[in-house]
T-cell receptor, first 113, second 114 residues
Framework: GDSVTQMEGPVTLSEEAFLTINCTYT??????LFWYVQYPGEGLQLLLK?????DKGSNKGFEATYRKETTSFHLEKGSVQVSDSAVYFC????????????FGTGTRLLVSP | GAGVSQSPSNKVTEKGKDVELRCDPI?????LYWYRQRLGQGLEFLIY????????KSGLPSDRFSAERTGESVSTLTIQRTQQEDSAVYLC????????????FGQGTRLTVV
């Protein structure tokens, strides 16, 4: 079945450092790919998405490119801030039939001043 | 409503009691999901409703768990004879029926079984 694998955390960075959180997936067909973020004490919210190969999703300085050849959707940000500290979830949504959303295990990011 | 609404926000129950969790999706969203998130863990899929089709119950961990949804409205997740391992945050999300759309999450119900 469909699955998502994310790098384990926590990822600890200093402010203004470069961030990469790896995400790879296994799926049939052509799923949509998502990154969700969960800030401390808050619910999950969509950070960005991409719906087809080579699409780049971007939001709040974060980017991720849908790479079909490597089945990856890595999250990147050029300069992280303390306020980016959160848990990040990679997810895929089926493109046909039941669109079950499958989530990775989440990666905790801790940014220090 | 404007967003996905879940109630109660917190529930403390004694082991062995039944609990019912409620999710009110965004109006017009045909798809509804329940997930469980244990402390410090990822999202565990429980059940998925899509319109009037038969739900995907493949994630329900035992027959103590059940969920209902009437049409495209409110859903309830029922846990019978609660156990301590059921303690978690239960998250509900809804989504339109269109392909490639994102899901919107509620704030969750934090269930504590004592």
């Amino acid at each position: 079945g469909d699955s998502v694998t994310q790098m384990e955390g926590p990822v600890t960075l200093s402010e203004e450092a470069f961030l990469t959180i790896n995400c790879t997936y296994t799926a049939t067909g052509y799923p949509s790919l998502f990154w969700y973020v969960q800030y401390p004490g808050e619910g999950l919210q969509l950070l960005l998405k991409a719906t087809k190969a080579d699409d780049k999703g971007s939001n709040k300085g974060f980017e991720a490119t849908y790479r079909k050849e490597t089945t990856s959707f890595h999250l990147e940000k050029g300069s992280v801030q303390v306020s980016d500290s959160a848990v990040y979830f990679c997810a895929l949504g089926g493109s046909t039939g039941f669109q079950k959303l499958v989530f990775g295990t989440g990666t905790r990011l801790l940014v220090s001043p | 409503g404007a967003g996905v609404s879940q109630s109660p926000s917190n529930k403390v129950t004694e082991k062995g009691k039944d609990v019912e969790l409620r999710c009110d999706p965004i109006s017009g969203h045909t798809a509804l999901y329940w997930y469980r998130q244990r402390l410090g863990q990822g999202l565990e899929f429980l059940i998925y409703f899509q319109g009037n089709s038969a739900p995907d119950k493949s994630g329900l961990p035992s027959d103590r768990f059940s969920a209902e949804r009437t049409g495209e409205s409110v859903s309830t997740l029922t846990i019978q004879r609660t156990q301590q391992e059921d303690s978690a945050v239960y998250l509900c999300a809804s989504r339109t029926g269109q392909q490639n759309t994102e899901a919107f999450f509620g704030q969750g119900t934090r269930l504590t079984v004592v």
